[in-house]
């Protein structure tokens, strides 16, 4: 399911029994439109037409609410990564590159949902569920940052969790600057797949990882 600002629906009626579903759907229109700090527990009521006083029944407050979305917009950004990785196949580069844009994907696809994720500004201390989420998206970077460092000669190999962090900052600057897809987005005069292809070419180089063959051959 896609949420973006140019989403223009009002408020929707609540017509069925699952309660939490329709204010999950509320607060992700509010935040496609206003951002994650742009809009109250009220309205996310408002929008879902149920009374004020309905979200309590499942949240114990909006930032709860965020939390829930993050944390459902962790298990998908997860599954479309290693979708994309595929354990390495058909080898480490051709699936590294895939995990790349399937990173600029979501961000462009589901752009509520990377909001509430990486912009809520929800404290990961204090929910253990959504920070074991966000782990286990961020380790399937970490196995990946492994079999490319383990293409380097093992005494210059650099350390995989710091490989994964490079990797992931790099994505994620990309991803918010020019591969959303709302109006944060910033105009770019080449896509943001090639941009996100070139920076981590010239990072690898740089790591000393070797060039594959369909490189070298070009």
Not at 140 to 145: C, D, K
Request: aromatic fraction near 10%; include cysteine.
């Amino acid at each position: 399911m896609r949420w973006s600002k140019d989403d223009k629906d009002g408020p929707r009626g609540y017509h069925h029994g699952n309660l939490k579903e329709a204010l999950l759907r509320a607060a992700l229109e509010l935040i496609a439109q206003k951002g994650p700090a742009g809009f109250t527990f009220a309205e996310a009521a408002r929008w879902a037409g149920v009374s004020p006083a309905a979200p309590y029944r499942h949240f114990r407050d909006r930032d709860e609410l965020l939390a829930s979305i993050a944390l459902r917009g962790f298990n998908l950004f997860e599954a479309a990564l290693k979708r994309a990785w595929d354990d390495g196949r058909p080898d480490v580069f051709v699936a590294f590159d895939r995990l790349g844009k399937a990173y600029l994907e979501f961000a462009r696809t589901e752009p509520a949902y990377y909001s509430a994720m990486f912009e809520a500004g929800i404290p990961l201390a204090t929910d253990p569920e959504l920070r074991e989420a966000g782990d286990r998206a961020f380790a399937v970077l970490r196995v990946v940052a492994e079999k490319l460092c383990a293409q380097t000669p093992a005494g210059t190999r650099p350390p995989a969790l710091m490989v994964a962090l490079h990797v992931w900052a790099i994505s994620h600057g990309i991803a918010s600057l020019f591969g959303r897809g709302d109006a944060a987005r910033r105009a770019l005069p080449m896509s943001p797949e090639d941009l996100l292809e070139a920076q981590m070419l010239i990072y690898l180089r740089g790591l000393g990882v070797p060039e594959r063959k369909s490189d070298r051959s070009g």
